[in-house]
T-cell receptor, first 112, second 113 residues
Framework: DAKTTQPPSMDCAEGRAANLPCNHS???????VYWYRQIHSQGPQYIIH???NNETNEMASLIITEDRKSSTLILPHATLRDTAVYYC?????????????FGGGTRLMVKP | KAGVTQTPRYLIKTRGQQVTLSCSPI?????VSWYQQTPGQGLQFLFE???????NKGNFPGRFSGRQFSNSRSEMNVSTLELGDSALYLC????????????FGPGTRLLVL
């Protein structure tokens, strides 16, 4: 699976949009972009994933650039409960199994 | 639908002992993966089981082993515990179709003294 690069930390004011970038310049055509988050000492929580089109669900929006070399996770109205480590992962959809390769993630601090 | 459950949630062992951790996947999920999380190494893949067979394995020593039962429940075992095995052990399950999302349990926090 392709490697991802994320800033180690970011701050966001409560109520504002949090935009978390991810670089995946070596992504292959069959690899999807996944986002998980991990609130302190809990198991990672799935947020969203996409291939090339922008995606939105009740938690967040995922914007993938046209060349697919980078993406941005958007939390439209961040709350204190969104403080967590956010992981961007790329993985292929194939029959090779379900291994996820986690990088260091971005530690998002939402401040009042 | 109940989520992934892991038992025990907390465990304290001493060096040289062995430990068994248990994971019950979401109903209908047949793939179970295990991960180790430490402050120094982050989240690392241990192994994945599907249909009672190990399908993928990470780069961990043979002291780390696992198995899966016919009801998809899984256990992992660590023998001859070392201080460095202190970690949060996470289990994740998914349906076995390409690209199915993995859902994680709350983890078992193991402390080796």
């Amino acid at each position: 699976d392709a490697k991802t690069t994320q800033p180690p930390s970011m701050d966001c004011a409560e109520g504002r949009a949090a935009n978390l970038p991810c670089n995946h310049s070596t992504i292959s055509g069959n690899e999807y972009v996944y986002w998980y988050r991990q609130i302190h000492s809990q198991g990672p929580q799935y947020i969203i994933h996409g291939l090339k089109n922008n995606e939105t669900n009740e938690m967040a929006s995922l914007i993938i650039t046209e060349d697919r070399k980078s993406s941005t996770l958007i939390l439209p109205h961040a709350t204190l409960r969104d403080t967590a480590v956010y992981y961007c992962i790329v993985r292929a959809h194939n029959n090779a199994g379900n291994m996820l390769t986690f990088g260091g993630g971005t530690r998002l601090m939402v401040k009042p | 639908k109940a989520g992934v459950t892991q038992t025990p949630r907390y465990l304290i062992k001493t060096r040289g002992q062995q430990v068994t951790l248990s994971c019950s996947p979401i109903s209908g999920h047949r793939s179970v993966s295990w991960y180790q999380q430490t402050p120094g190494q982050g989240l690392q893949f241990l192994f994945e089981y599907f249909s009672e067979t190990q399908r993928n394995k990470g780069n961990f020593p043979g002291r780390f082993s696992g198995r899966q039962f016919s009801n998809s429940r899984s256990e992992m075992n660590v023998s001859t515990l070392e201080l460095g095995d202190s970690a949060l052990y996470l289990c994740a399950s998914s349906q076995d179709r390409p690209g199915e999302t993995q859902y994680f349990g709350p983890g078992t926090r193991l402390l080796v003294l």
